[in-house]
């Protein structure tokens, strides 16, 4: 017997501190495991399909973000899933709202820009409320320097240096359209330090860890340990450097996804 499907987009946000990551995984809390065990709770064991605009690591949070939603047999009433659907999803995952789309569309293939947010703060040691949205290095690192390195990615490169673990197959070009980093006034909270910093990275798409290993040489390059030389030889894909830095996810935000078009 074949039923009918209906297609929706469904805008999400989440806090990601206490989960491993968004796709489902055996014997760990993952945001994909938690949205379809409310799912199937509140449309009351109808078939359904979820499939997210792109994965996020353990830790790892987001402000805005889509996801598709296929519902086999029976129609939503959108007057009232988005009310029901979040009286029963945990306080830390929000659906922000739903609409039906087509069976075209594809939230995979379909072009998107992704703005990414890093925040950190320095020297001090911070109020531990910051810890899900923060990471704390309690080190004099060398701000100034950072700032003129975090520009040296945009544009278009061959970022196989900041692709974790790529194999001959992996595409590793890339555009990133925008990459600054700037004191932090996206983000404010009375426990905040009073100052903190976020590197702000937008464009098409990413690899897996590359915003991590991004800030990760940003740390590096703030510590003195490698120059803005160094830098531009390992953004500078044909020369293959691998990196072992990987920036701690808890400071990590995926803050939107624009759909183009």
Same mark, same amino acid.
């Given at each position: 017997?074949?039923?009918?499907?209906?297609?929706?987009?469904?805008?999400l946000?989440?806090l990601?501190?206490?989960?491993?990551?968004?796709?489902?995984?055996?014997?760990? @809390?993952?945001?994909? #495991?938690?949205?379809?065990?409310?799912?199937?709770?509140?449309?009351?064991?109808?078939?359904?399909?979820?499939?997210a !605009?792109?994965?996020?690591d353990a830790?790892?949070? +987001?402000?805005?973000?889509?996801?598709?939603?296929? $519902?086999?047999?029976?129609?939503?009433?959108?007057?009232?899933? @988005?009310?029901?659907?979040n009286?029963?999803?945990? %306080?830390?995952?929000?659906?922000?709202? $739903?609409?039906?789309?087509t069976?075209?569309?594809?939230?995979?293939? #379909? &072009?998107?820009?992704?703005?990414?947010? *890093?925040?950190?703060?320095?020297?001090?040691?911070?109020?531990?409320f910051? !810890?899900? @949205?923060?990471?704390?290095?309690?080190?004099?690192?060398?701000?100034?320097?950072?700032?003129?390195?975090? /520009?040296?990615?945009?544009?278009?490169h061959?970022?196989?240096?900041? !692709?974790?673990?790529?194999?001959?197959?992996?595409q590793?070009?890339?555009? /990133?359209n925008?990459?600054?980093?700037?004191?932090?006034?996206? *983000?404010?909270?009375?426990?905040? &330090?009073?100052?903190?910093? +976020?590197?702000?990275?937008?464009?098409?798409?990413?690899?897996? %860890?590359?915003?991590?290993?991004?800030?990760?040489?940003? $740390?590096? @390059?703030?510590?003195?340990?490698?120059?803005?030389?160094?830098?531009?030889?390992?953004?500078?894909?044909?020369?293959?450097?691998?990196?072992? #830095?990987?920036? %701690? !996810?808890?400071?990590? /935000?995926?803050?939107?996804?624009?759909?183009?078009n």
């Amino acid at each position: 017997m074949q039923y009918k499907r209906f297609y929706y987009l469904i805008e999400l946000q989440y806090l990601g501190f206490r989960y491993h990551g968004w796709q489902k995984q055996p014997d760990v @809390l993952t945001v994909e #495991h938690m949205l379809g065990k409310t799912l199937n709770y509140v449309l009351e064991g109808q078939r359904f399909k979820v499939i997210a !605009a792109g994965r996020t690591d353990a830790m790892v949070s +987001v402000n805005q973000t889509y996801a598709e939603l296929f $519902i086999y047999e029976e129609e939503l009433d959108l007057d009232t899933f @988005l009310t029901i659907f979040n009286k029963n999803l945990p %306080q830390d995952i929000k659906c922000l709202s $739903i609409e039906e789309t087509t069976a075209d569309f594809n939230i995979i293939q #379909h &072009p998107k820009l992704k703005e990414y947010l *890093y925040f950190f703060c320095v020297k001090e040691k911070m109020h531990p409320f910051c !810890a899900p @949205l923060m990471v704390n290095l309690q080190e004099d690192l060398d701000i100034d320097l950072m700032k003129k390195g975090a /520009i040296l990615f945009e544009g278009d490169h061959d970022f196989y240096s900041f !692709a974790f673990r790529s194999n001959p197959e992996t595409q590793t070009e890339g555009t /990133i359209n925008i990459c600054q980093l700037i004191e932090n006034d996206i *983000y404010t909270a009375n426990f905040f &330090p009073e100052t903190s910093y +976020v590197l702000k990275v937008v464009g098409e798409g990413f690899k897996r %860890q590359q915003i991590r290993l991004m800030m990760g040489a940003l $740390i590096d @390059l703030g510590r003195h340990k490698i120059n803005l030389k160094d830098l531009e030889n390992i953004i500078d894909g044909k020369n293959r450097i691998k990196l072992e #830095h990987i920036a %701690q !996810a808890s400071g990590l /935000i995926l803050n939107s996804v624009h759909l183009k078009n």
